[in-house]
C-alpha cells in the first residue's frame, strides 16, 4: 500500500503539524498523518516481523493512535516516536513470531556458495561473507531481551535519537542508554570483533 502524497494547501498556508492533525482530527485529516509516517513505520515493522505482517500492523498502529489521539503527549515536533511506540506494543504482542524470524535467518544457509571459474568468483565470495554476517547479526538480535532489541532496532534502523526512543517507548532517557548499552554487548559478544570495526 502506497500513501499518496499531500500536496501543500492552496493560498501559500502552511501545512498542518502533526499535532495539530492527531488532536481533534476528523478521520480525513488524521489521513494525512497516514500519508505523511506510513511509510516509515511500515518499513520499521516489515523489518521486525516480516512484510506479511507488516501490512496488517500498519492499519492497527494508525487504528489505535486514532483511538488515542485525544491522549496524545507526543513532542510538538512530530508524531513518529508516538507511533513507533504504538506499533512496538504491537509488535510485542507478536514477539515470538519475530524471534523465530531472526533464528530461522541466522540458520539458513547463504546463497551463492557454487563459484565457478567465473571473474565474479570475487563478487559472489563477499556476498556470501555478508550473508553469513547477516545470519550472525539475526541470531544475536534473537538472543536479545525484548526491551534491548526494541532499543537497538529504533536506534540503529530507525535513526531515533535516544530522547525520541524514550518518548516511543514511555522510559526514561537514562534507561534508554542503559539498555542500548546491554544491547551492544550483547551484539559485541555475538559478533566479535567484526561488530566493533563496524563502530562509528
Known amino acids: 500500500m502506497q500513501p499518496a502524497t499531500s500536496a501543500a494547501p492552496l493560498g501559500g498556508a502552511e501545512p498542518p503539524t502533526d499535532v ?13 498523518l497516514f500519508d505523511r509516517h506510513a511509510v ?3 518499513r520499521y515493522v516489515a523489518r521486525r516481523l516480516g512484510v506479511a505482517d507488516a501490512d496488517d500492523l500498519l492499519s492497527q498502529t ?6 488515542r489521539r ?6 510538538a515536533t512530530g508524531a513518529l516516536p508516538w507511533l513507533y511506540g504504538i506499533a512496538t506494543n504491537l509488535i510485542h504482542r507478536r514477539r515470538r513470531s519475530e524471534v523465530r524470524q531472526y533464528r530461522a535467518y541466522s540458520r539458513s544457509e547463504p546463497a551463492g556458495r557454487d563459484t565457478h571459474d567465473d571473474p565474479l568468483a570475487t563478487d559472489v565470495a563477499s556476498r556470501v561473507d555478508a550473508e553469513a554476517a547477516k545470519r550472525a547479526l539475526a541470531r544475536a538480535l534473537a538472543g536479545l531481551r525484548a526491551p534491548e532489541r526494541d532499543v537497538l532496532l529504533l536506534y540503529a534502523w530507525e535513526d531515533l535519537s535516544y530522547a525520541e526512543i524514550a518518548v ?3 522510559i526514561p532517557v537514562g534507561t534508554v542508554r542503559s539498555r542500548l548499552h546491554r544491547a551492544r554487548k550483547a551484539v559485541r559478544t555475538t559478533l566479535g570483533p567484526t561488530f566493533e570495526e563496524n563502530q562509528p
Open 70 to 75: 485525544d491522549r496524545y503527549v507526543g513532542p
Open 40 to 42: 516509515t513505520i511500515h
Open 20 to 32: 495539530e492533525l492527531i488532536r481533534g482530527a476528523t478521520r480525513e485529516e488524521f489521513a494525512l
Open 62 to 67: 494508525f487504528l489505535v493512535a486514532f483511538e
Open 168 to 170: 516511543a517507548l514511555a
